[in-house]
């Protein structure tokens, strides 16, 4: 990691050099001067994070830590995000060591997802007395959501 972290290093300031400050190219020196800085900042946070080192066990994912509607809303709107879901998987499987394989990773990854959706709407369930009746709004979210 520490050798792809210099080799990154250099090919990006190379980069930089070489195809936005050679000659006279004024156009794009504001962007790439603006690459170059978000870059820098996230080189330096990556360097942090290997001398620190990555974390040897992560214990959840940070929006399933509690099942109120908020939390519950959040990672509704983090699943409906294309690809954010999978990325994370991915990012998730290459710093953590194990035997399972990507495609069983992810499937580890969906079932504590569906897992914690049951969590979240027994949560709702509970609040309520065992045999009250659906109020007439939610029956109508419901119909219109289906259709």
């Excluded at 001398?51 to 830590?65: D, K």
């Excluded at 809303?73 to 990507?102: G, H, K, N, Q």
């Excluded at 969906?110 to 969590?119: G, P």
Aim: charged fraction near 20%; proline fraction near 3%.
């Amino acid at each position: 990691k520490t050798m792809y972290h210099y080799f990154t290093i250099v090919a990006v300031s190379v980069w930089v050099h070489n195809v936005c400050w050679s000659g006279s190219q004024e156009k794009g020196s504001l962007s790439c001067s603006m690459f170059f800085a978000v870059k820098s900042v996230s080189l330096a946070l990556n360097a942090r994070q290997i001398r620190c080192g990555y974390p040897e066990r992560t214990r959840q994912h940070f929006l399933t830590q509690s099942t109120d509607l908020l939390a519950r809303m959040s990672f509704l709107i983090y699943r409906a995000i294309p690809f954010l879901f999978e990325m994370r998987t991915l990012l998730d499987f290459s710093v953590t060591m194990s035997c399972l394989d990507l495609w069983d990773w992810l499937k580890l990854e969906n079932i504590n997802a569906s897992l914690y959706m049951v969590a979240a709407r027994n949560t709702v369930r509970n609040a309520k007395e065992f045999g009250d009746p659906q109020p007439a709004y939610m029956k109508l979210l419901t119909e219109c959501s289906l259709n």
